[in-house]
């Protein structure tokens, strides 16, 4: 995996950076003391690793590295977890192919950096996949122990109440033994370091546990994510003891919230599905000592996960998670206090641009009232009951930058009253005197106490009547020209969402490997870019060691979704199209 994950940095070096954040134990210290025997087996120990983060950002975007938000994401910190590397893989994809394809995730990377350690723990990682039945779960170290139950737990390992017994071990032959010291390992140690480069220094609390009981506010900024196995299950502070952070109101918001994605049950302090004391965890440390909002999230049903289990209910059910954390990363504790805006439309029709969307202060917020039978007769959440008051669309500027002389548009209630907490919006405006081509709509709506909800966008081409459609290109069979709505490769089910309008003035360029598999081309997903000229997306795909796809193979490919048809060959029919 860490492969893949090098060659996707090669290939989009403007959105994606590897930096080494530190040594695991082996790498460190060796493997004097370690000898492992289980099932009558002794093990092969590994040389040691290097741990490693990606950073996931727009890199030419106008914004410092200073001014982004920063989420931190982290992964095998438990060995045996093998679906959690997977997922965080997953989440770096999707940012990394959706940039100038999907405007929220576009936006997304323009204003943050998305930091993603894949294998947190990679000498543990190593046996637990050399040796499945071991269950490994700890680093190498061999402290006190040694043997086949030897190492130390990194989730019980960092400075906050760490060695308190009612959420740790202190026999170094446990599954959770909490090292020798608060931050002992270096696995633990690099985390931290890291942590400490991004989060803002400013937000953090002079000593942490005295000051448990003072809130950090609503203007804090950072994310961290914990991706564990299993449980289904969604962790947040404090989890030491059955008590509420507090800062619980945006903690238990942002729990929620993340629920309406997968379902998964809130295990917090104060939360009914509250399950033992966890001491010196990370979740609990980013928050205290970083002052960052954290989640830790117990994916899955077994520490294996079957590969289908894992397509089928795993990634679509948390991915969506992920990218809303992203998006709310640079101030979580204010903006997931606000309404979120659902079901944006966005198009350009006879000159006008129409947008139409859903803006709830509770329907995101409250839906753990139907999915869980814990919360089953609980009323709205305070921070889901109040009535939208306004929905601005900023063009082409993101709500945070705006200023005097910027667009921005309020959007009309339908029924005509700002008088509920979830309100159906529409606008329609004349775009005569705005630029033709590509252009991004941000949307962001605001309640009665006057929370500013999280962003949402949407990519929307103009192209203004008078200009003419431009004809097509008879030179070449691989000039691709598509029109009316998305195009979608049958073979992943995901949408390009970079074809639109009335007209054929985008040109979607399709790099192809040329090889064939059961008759099903392999395309690589690189986006596109308004009239590009032949030789333009020729040298595009030639720059990505590919080839621009023939047309032949884009048919071979490509079914119509419903409003959507393609300018091709003369041979091209509506009944070559399967239904979406």
């Not at 940095?9 to 370690?34: D, F, R, W």
């Not at 295990?267 to 960052?292: C, E, I, K, L």
Request: charged share 20%.
């Amino acid at each position: 995996m860490m492969q893949s994950m090098m060659d996707l940095a090669a290939m989009y070096p403007h959105l994606m950076s590897v930096n080494t954040i530190g040594e695991s134990y082996i790498k460190k210290y060796g493997t004097s003391g370690i000898n492992i025997t289980k099932y009558d087996v002794t093990y092969e120990v590994p040389p040691g690793y290097d741990i490693l983060a990606f950073n996931i950002t727009a890199s030419n975007s106008t914004r410092q590295s200073s001014d982004k938000g920063k989420m931190l994401i982290a992964s095998r910190v438990h060995a045996r977890e093998w679906a959690t590397a997977e997922l965080n893989a997953r989440f770096i994809e999707a940012l990394v192919q959706g940039y100038g394809i999907d405007a929220d995730i576009t936006s997304i990377l323009e204003r943050n950096e998305i930091h993603a350690i894949l294998y947190a723990n990679p000498d543990g990682t190593y046996i637990a996949e050399k040796y499945p039945r071991s269950m490994w779960r700890k680093n190498l170290n061999p402290v006190g122990c040694g043997g086949s139950e030897g190492g130390v737990d990194i989730n019980r390992n960092f400075d906050w109440m760490w060695g308190d017994t009612r959420g740790s071990s202190a026999d170094p032959c446990k599954l959770t033994y909490h090292g020798p010291s608060a931050n002992s390992e270096p696995e633990t140690q690099a985390l931290v370091d890291y942590a400490m480069k991004l989060f803002p220094e400013g937000q953090r609390k002079k000593k942490p546990e005295k000051q448990m009981d003072e809130a950090f506010g609503e203007e804090i900024s950072g994310f961290y994510s914990d991706i564990h196995a299993f449980g289904k299950e969604l962790y947040y502070p404090w989890g030491y003891a059955d008590v509420k952070s507090p800062d619980d109101e945006a903690f238990q918001a942002l729990g929620r919230k993340l629920h309406y994605f997968n379902q998964y049950k809130l295990w917090s302090g104060g939360q009914p599905h509250y399950r033992f004391p966890v001491t010196g965890v990370a979740s609990d440390y980013m928050y205290s000592n970083m002052g960052v909002a954290s989640m830790l999230y117990e994916i899955g049903t077994r520490f294996h996960q079957p590969c289908a289990e894992f397509e089928d209910e795993i990634v679509p059910k948390n991915l969506p998670s992920l990218i809303y954390s992203a998006k709310i990363a640079h101030k979580p504790f204010s903006l997931v206090k606000g309404p979120d805006v659902l079901e944006l439309d966005a198009r350009h029709v006879d000159g006008e641009l129409r947008v139409s969307a859903t803006a709830s202060d509770g329907k995101m917020v409250n839906a753990i009232q139907n999915t869980s039978a814990e919360f089953k007769n609980s009323s709205d959440y305070p921070t889901g009951s109040q009535t939208i008051k306004a929905v601005y669309i900023y063009l082409d500027q993101h709500p945070d930058d705006w200023q005097e002389g910027d667009i921005r548009w309020d959007m009309d209630a339908i029924d005509g009253k700002w008088d509920a907490s979830e309100e159906s919006v529409r606008l329609t405006v004349s775009t005569k005197d705005l630029p033709s081509g590509k252009h991004i709509v941000n949307v962001q709506a605001m309640d009665s106490l006057g929370y500013a909800g999280p962003v949402s966008s949407a990519f929307v081409n103009f192209v203004q009547e008078q200009e003419s459609t431009p004809a097509p290109d008879s030179t070449s069979s691989s000039f691709h020209r598509a029109a009316k709505g998305c195009l979608q490769r049958v073979s992943n089910k995901q949408l390009d969402l970079c074809l639109a309008n009335e007209h054929t003035s985008n040109i979607a360029v399709n790099c192809c490997s040329g090889s064939q598999q059961n008759g099903d081309l392999t395309c690589s997903r690189t986006g596109c870019k308004q009239t590009m000229s032949y030789d333009e997306a020729t040298a595009h795909c030639e720059s990505t060691s590919m080839r621009l796809c023939t047309t032949a193979e884009l048919e071979a490919r490509v079914c119509c979704g419903k409003g959507c048809y393609f300018n091709k060959l003369p041979s091209w029919t509506s009944d070559m199209c399967e239904e979406i």
